[in-house]
């Protein structure tokens, strides 16, 4: 039998294409990493994983990621994977919100203190060898720090400068180092105020959820980015402690200032949706020259500042705007394999399909219900009466889907574990089912030997099916605890229409807009879109479609102008945006 001529050409072409490499391809926040226990509240017998105040380098085309008490650091060759750095040895005791810089073929590390503290480097980083730069900071007035520091090398220049603060009373400060003194303060009382807080002309800036609270707000975390000739100096604002916690930018045209205000604040903002809180991070670029923004969502079930951490697409306009993209924020999103172009390219599309889905589990302790699963809450969660292999939770899709992706959500319940050795990891598998009775596989890390309190599973390959079944292994906490597990893929309807009704109305507090929509039938929520252009529209309130058809927005900056916008997402996919609202 003769092979037809365009089917030999079609064949050929497929067998002389490279093999595509093997091993996921996406990722969701928060970052699947083996977070740490957490000592903090030590004293006070509580014990969780957490993880905050994220710094990632690249290092010669490398990630490393420095996190708050981590006993070491995390290394990744591609943004997916990422492995747990041991260091040889620690010089001193462990990090604080540590500075980490990449700057000729060098890693400096230097920790929070408010004592006299050297500076680190290695060479090697993937090794976990570190040596001193220096031995020790001088020392700078009590309470001035450097807490929270960052460290800036300006190769245009060729000069050093660190940034730091954290503090409701005190700014951010920066100083220009010695490289004669081994990066040493230049003079001791040599460094500058540069940022304050104005939670009453920028609305961001207030504390509370929603900017509800009257406490005075913090600033920290600060953070510089040089782009075409500009200094984006960034901060978080306005505590940990609630959904609003972002990063905003001041603007200068010299690494120590002036700044100015950047007029589009805050620049990384989630306040809606699973995870919430976006600020105190930095912003790095990766190996292809795309940005990213990374920051500390709030979990908050131990205590107050329990968290995670993530990171999003971010970048810089054409009018020199800093920008970071959490929409879809906490949905799968693509590893970069080259440069992109559009702000949401690196979105997969995949959408939630478990939100509110019906749950049945194989035991239930107190009043911790299954249902606690799919609310896409982290602060709420199921417990099993056992932890032994024994238990399982099921989702129901209450239909037939195509699966893409699964993300399973461990909440440490009185867990009682005080170490981070080979005794913390966790195991089990997913089934699935299309009719509740025949199940089959569907992942399996029975096998694995590593902790993965927030595991992200993405499928080789797209599942049709109804039934999600979690089949329990191990975990080294004598409680089953599950805060969310997270199905996502494609639904077989329609997506759903553009919301009609859509109005923005600005208070007489002009820090404050109240918006309105209509609702949309078979949605399952909404994403506020808002910036301060038609064409800006970068800021992203998630609200989910039973928690109604209105929201106070209470982020906006006395005397700018704003332009909003809306659309609808259900499991199918995500409407046109509405018509853009301008208000003064």
Known sequence: MKIPVLLLAYLLAVG??????????????????????????????????????????????????????????????????????????????????????????????????????????????????????????????????????ALFYDEDLGKWYMYWGSSNTYPLFGAELDPAKRLAYKNQDDYRELVYLHPDRHGWERFGRDHRDTIKPFTEGAWMTKHNGKYYLQYGAPGTEHNVYANGTYVGDAPLGPFTYAPYNPVSYKPGGFLNGAGHGNTFRDAYGNYWNTGTPWIAVNWNFERRIAMFPAGFDADGQMFSNTRFGDFPHYAPTGKWNGKDDLFTGWMLLSYRKPCTASSVRDTFAAARVTDENPRSFWVARTATPAEWITVDLEKVQQVRAVQVNFTDYQSGIYHNDSTVYTQFRLLHSRDGKAWEPLADLTGEKRDRPNAYLELPRPVNTRYIRYQHGYVASPNLAISDIRVFGSGNGLKPKTPAGFSVRRDKDPRNAFVRWKPVPGAVGYNILWGIGKNKLYQTYQVFADRGDALELRALTVGQDYYLSIEAFNENGVSAPAPVVHIK
Request: glycine share 6%; aromatic share 16%.
């Open 16 to 149: 002389a294409a490279p093999a595509q490499p093997a091993g996921p391809k996406t990722w969701c926040n928060p970052l699947d990493i083996a977070y740490r226990y957490n000592f903090e509240q030590l004293n006070e017998g509580i014990s969780y994983r957490s993880g905050a105040d994220p710094v990632i380098i690249n290092h010669r085309g490398e990630y490393y990621l420095f996190l708050t008490i981590a006993g070491g650091w995390w290394h990744s060759k591609d943004l997916l994977r990422w492995e747990f750095v041991t260091p040889t040895r620690w010089p001193m005791e462990d990090m604080v919100a540590p500075a980490a810089l990449s700057a000729k073929d060098t890693v400096f590390l230097f920790q929070s203190n408010f004592a006299q503290e050297p500076i680190l480097y290695t060479t090697t980083p993937a090794t976990g060898r570190l040596e001193f730069y220096n031995r020790w900071m001088p020392r700078l007035p009590p309470l001035i720090g450097p807490w929270d520091p």
